[in-house]
T-cell receptor, first 113, second 109 residues
Framework: IAGITQAPTSQILAAGRRMTLRCTQD?????MYWYRQDLGLGLRLIHY???????GKGEVPDGYSVSRANTDDFPLTLASAVPSQTSVYFC????????????FGEGSRLTVL | GQNIDQPTEMTATEGAIVQINCTYQ??????LFWYQQHAGEAPTFLSY??LDGLEEKGRFSSFLSRSKGYSYLLLKELQMKDSASYLC??????????WGAGTKLIIKP
């Protein structure tokens, strides 16, 4: 059982480059999320999707975009990476946006130089 | 604004009991989660409380007081593998999760 798969696991990127973090789930969950986790801060929601075809902005959406073409995939794109986007990115999914338990991917560690 | 407060770090001894506190201020409230996160790994679900009281699940218990905006996670019979960060997250009126920064728990032999 794979659950949620993220790729890449780790990436070093030059500032100004475009980067897409991939996220795929096999649990047929409706809701999916992208968080970033920085030292000393709680998880911060970047974007979310209640169901395929819909997306919404979270707490820190600037500089990021997402798409939800189907139930399983929820890629996160940095159009032009900046050093402040250096972080660990977690993709998560849940059965139900309303209080459903979140299942997390293993994370993608991104360093922007 | 919305805020979650929990201690940054705690230390406890193997075999002992530890209580990790969490206070929250949110616009509306629809429940509180506790997650465990080992270093370099993804968070994993521990508990969810929406009603006042204590929920027990093996060595771990979680308590909620809605009137006080307060929750705690109680870990009994501590084991070395319990060394991890414990994340508190409250669900606001829009069903968004507001996360605390996490409490790093260090277990000593």
């Amino acid at each position: 059982i794979a659950g949620i798969t993220q790729a890449p696991t780790s990436q070093i990127l030059a500032a100004g480059r475009r980067m897409t973090l991939r996220c795929t789930q096999d649990m047929r969950h409706n809701a999916m999320y992208w968080y970033r986790q920085d030292l000393g801060l709680g998880l911060r929601l970047i974007h979310y999707s209640n169901t395929a075809g819909t997306t919404g902005k979270g707490e820190v959406p600037d500089g990021y975009s997402v798409s939800r073409a189907n139930t399983d995939d929820f890629p996160l794109t940095l159009a032009s990476a900046v050093p402040s986007q250096t972080s660990v990115y977690f993709c998560a999914s849940s059965d139900d946006l309303n209080t459903g338990e979140l299942f997390f991917g293993e994370g993608s560690r991104l360093t922007v130089l | 604004g919305q805020n979650i407060d929990q201690p940054t770090e705690m230390t406890a001894t193997e075999g002992a009991i530890v209580q990790i506190n969490c206070t929250y201020q949110t616009s509306g409230f629809n429940g509180l989660f506790w997650y465990q996160q080992h270093a370099g790994e993804a968070p994993t679900f521990l508990s969810y409380n929406v009603l006042d009281g204590l929920e027990e699940k093996g060595r771990f218990s979680s308590f909620l007081s809605r009137s006080k905006g307060y929750s705690y996670l109680l870990l009994k019979e501590l084991q070395m593998k319990d060394s991890a960060s414990y994340l508190c997250a409250a669900v606001d009126s829009n069903y968004q999760l507001i996360w605390g920064a996490g409490t790093k728990l260090i277990i000593k032999p």
